[in-house]
């Protein structure tokens, strides 16, 4: 994929292996003025979470978006005015129809294109940038059936361009202070997780008339776990899926679906036209994956009742393990009290990750604490270096194709379900990638 090396490194590394001498001050004013070459982002998108993504990325050194693309004018504009508010240029707007991205994607100034579209654009954005050899990021999920997750494999193996999802609980300061523990050995050999997420999204379903939003329109659809991003973000690098392991198969189950209709009526009454149509959504979608070397994930789904939020991750290992819920840990033979619960904070403190350590106030100050300007801060780096993308197409899908899997699981009386093997056999042999610490 992108480990070929560019023409740049080739010219580079042939001349060190040549002259055997160190760098010169011209070639180290060329490696610094690549290095701060602008990175060019499209964006597909600019609603409420799109416009969020771009008010982060326009204050950031070195990047600047030449073009936008929203079916809706008024989200175009506003778009446009996010930019020149930060002093970079008017990006073009791109608007005619849902599928004028196709002719974004096709500039010459574009590095990348961030995709924060509904979901069901997420693939068909994503493999058009690839195809029109860009960087693809896109928000959660990456795609929505078994055969988009396929798309975007082999696009990204075809194009040799990377493709990220934001999955942004990937990179918050706890569960990377988690990830350094578990490789630090500290909760022994991984054996099992549970993981969850648990958020009333009501207000996000429907408007504020009680009608559904485009989201709220995939509760209709469908009956799954529809929203397991969220849960499996840091999952994946605690227990070196794609890194040693991978999912193998998973069963799902499903709840009777009251939460929704039970909220609508308390707020709009019995005659809302809303509280009458035939949602397919259970109110909690339950699944356990078995991974190939054995050990199990508990993935949770809970979005449609009353309650405070929570993730309720839980990882364990042999020799101890942490719980988000408690804001604890407990280690076998380093915690002050036999099988106690001990507070986390320390050991975040201890093992913070240098992602945090070193991100500047104004990337802290972002979205949700953070994780999202550290998320796009990692993704650009690798735009402008040329590498991986923090977040490959892998495990970018392998987080997704819980929602397929998962409703075909649901539909067939929860008989357990394989998961394909999107990395052809890579994962047996891969080292850790993901956010690997110095």
């Known amino acids: 994929m992108v480990n070929r090396i560019v023409r740049r490194e080739f010219l580079a590394q042939g ?50 978006v030449p073009a936008v693309c929203d079916v809706n ?25 849902p599928e004028d991205f196709r002719r974004m994607v096709q500039r010459d100034d574009l590095d990348a294109v961030i995709t924060a ?41 075809a194009s040799g361009m990377p493709c990220m999802m934001l999955e942004n609980w990937s990179f918050r300061r706890d569960n990377l202070a988690v990830l350094n523990m578990i490789r630090a050995g500290l909760l022994g050999e991984i054996v099992h997780c549970h993981c969850a997420h648990s958020h009333n999204c009501m207000h996000w379903y429907f408007d504020g008339q009680g009608n559904p939003r485009w989201s ?24 070196d899926i794609h890194c040693g392991d991978r999912i193998d198969h998973l069963v799902a189950m499903s709840t009777r679906s009251l939460g929704i209709k039970d909220q609508l009526v308390r707020k709009y009454g019995d005659d809302h036209p809303a509280a009458k149509l035939p949602y397919q959504q259970g109110d909690i979608i339950t699944t356990l994956a078995k991974t190939a070397k054995g050990n199990t994930i508990v993935v949770n789904m809970d979005m449609q009742l009353p309650r405070p939020y929570d993730n309720r991750w839980m990882i364990q290992g042999t020799r101890g393990l942490y719980n988000e819920q408690r804001n604890a840990v407990y280690l076998e033979g380093v915690s002050p009290q036999h099988e106690q619960w001990e507070p986390f ?14 991100a500047s106030a104004e990337i802290l100050s972002t979205g949700h604490g953070g994780p999202d300007g550290i998320e796009l801060r990692e ?46 056999g890579k994962w047996e042999s891969a080292p850790p990638k993901f956010a690997v610490d110095s």
């Open 216 to 239: 709220g329109e995939h509760l209709l659809r469908r009956n799954a776990d529809q929203y397991p991003t969220h849960s499996l973000g840091p999952v994946l690098s605690w227990m």
């Open 15 to 64: 001349m060190a292996a040549a002259s055997a001498v160190v760098a010169t001050p011209l070639l180290q004013r060329a490696a610094a003025a690549e290095e701060e070459k602008p990175v060019r982002l499209g964006f597909v998108g600019v609603g409420g979470r799109g416009t969020g993504l771009m008010q982060i990325v326009v204050r950031m050194q070195g990047v600047t």
């Open 117 to 157: 579209t509904p979901w069901e654009w997420h693939t068909p954005v994503a493999v058009a940038a690839m195809q029109a050899g860009k960087y693809a990021a896109t928000e959660v999920p990456a795609a929505l059936t078994l055969e988009e997750c396929w798309q975007l494999v082999r696009t990204s193996e």
């Open 379 to 424: 993704f650009i780096a690798s735009v402008r270096k040329r590498t991986q993308a923090p977040i490959d197409v892998y495990d970018s899908v392998v987080m997704s194709v819980i929602l397929p899997l998962s409703q075909q699981s649901i539909a067939q009386g929860s008989l357990p379900v394989k998961c394909p093997d999107f990395t052809g």
């Open 73 to 97: 004018p008024a989200a175009v504009a506003r778009a446009q005015k996010v930019a020149t508010d930060a002093n970079q240029e008017k990006p073009e707007g791109y608007q005619k129809g």
């Open 345 to 358: 904070p320390p050991y975040q403190e201890k093992y913070d990750h240098s992602l945090w350590k070193n």
